[in-house]
């Protein structure tokens, strides 16, 4: 009886401690993985600027970012994201959004402070910090509107500006050696072309629907530039109104009454209220 204990229970924590593992590699299977980066303690990050909240740990030779509750990660030309900075790496199979957001040169910028001319006050930011208040953040656009990225009279781009940007960006990052070799690997595989479509399709409807808001938002802006012309032009037909009112002579201005006629406007009352008592 105790054999057949001590056997059900080996089998059980053999088949709890196997179960991560074959999942990593169902979902990696054919894939190389990248190396691991080992942390003496979890890292702090840095938010980067003219960007959709993306976190950088910057003190690290490779490229590890945050954004959007998730880790990621280049590597050879591929991408691989995972809820921990350390551990659990997954291939994903296309150039996450907000990477060309990112500015190819921020390292140089981290280490001198600057960021276009401007001084640049970054904060680091502790790993448990980022977890309670990362949602809190993005929502209220905290980094941007509060605290202009720590960045000393810096004026953000404007969204047409981004978008150059970012499409002159994603030309740069498909001319790289290692991104056009993993390319041409997944050309050839039947499953990734579909993915890769259905995400193009998805990147697609994501840059009508920029576009729209663009659209409404400056749609939105003019219409309140015209409101505002309106009543400054309405304002001042009033005012030249009034003028020329008080410049016309045949208009007689209402003159308010003196002594003498204050006292004989009373003694008609008067007469008025004593008429009716006499009769």
């Known amino acids: 009886m105790k054999k057949f204990v001590f056997g059900a229970v080996f089998f059980l924590l053999m088949s709890v401690s196997t179960v991560p593992a074959m999942a990593a590699v169902d979902i990696s299977i054919g894939i190389s993985l990248p190396p691991l980066v080992v942390f003496p303690a979890p890292p702090h990050v840095v938010v980067l600027p003219d960007t959709d909240d993306v976190y950088v740990v910057p003190e690290i030779d490779a490229d590890i970012f945050f954004w959007n509750g998730w880790w990621w990660r280049p590597w050879e030309g591929r991408w691989y994201r995972s809820h921990y900075y350390d551990r659990g790496w997954a291939y994903y199979s296309a150039v996450p959004r907000f990477y060309f957001d990112i500015d190819p040169g921020w390292r140089g910028y981290y280490s001198q402070r600057n960021w276009y001319g401007h001084q640049w006050y970054y904060e680091r930011i502790p790993h448990q910090r980022l977890q309670q208040n990362w949602k809190t953040w993005h929502n209220n656009r905290y980094w941007e509107r509060k605290k202009a990225w720590n960045v000393r009279d810096y004026k953000p ?3 047409q500006q981004r978008y150059e940007l970012r499409d002159q960006r994603q030309k740069q990052y498909h001319q ?41 938002e400056i749609q939105h802006q003019q219409q309140k530039q015209l409101q505002q012309r309106q009543q400054q032009q309405q304002q001042k037909q009033i005012i030249q109104q009034q003028k020329q009112m008080e410049k016309r002579p045949d208009i007689q201005r209402p003159q308010q009454p ?5 006292q004989r406007q009373q003694r008609q009352h008067q007469e008025k209220g004593q008429r009716p008592q006499n009769q």
């Not at 003196?258 to 204050?262: D, I, W």
Request: positive net charge; charged residues 25%; glycine residues 2%.
């Open 176 to 216: 790289r050696p290692e991104v056009q070799r993993h390319q041409q690997q997944q050309q050839q595989r039947p499953d990734i072309q579909r993915q890769r479509q259905q995400q193009q399709q998805q990147e697609i409807r994501y840059k009508q629907q920029k576009q729209i808001q663009q659209k409404q």
């Open 157 to 159: 781009r404007t969204q």
């Open 258 to 262: 003196g002594p003498q006629m204050q």
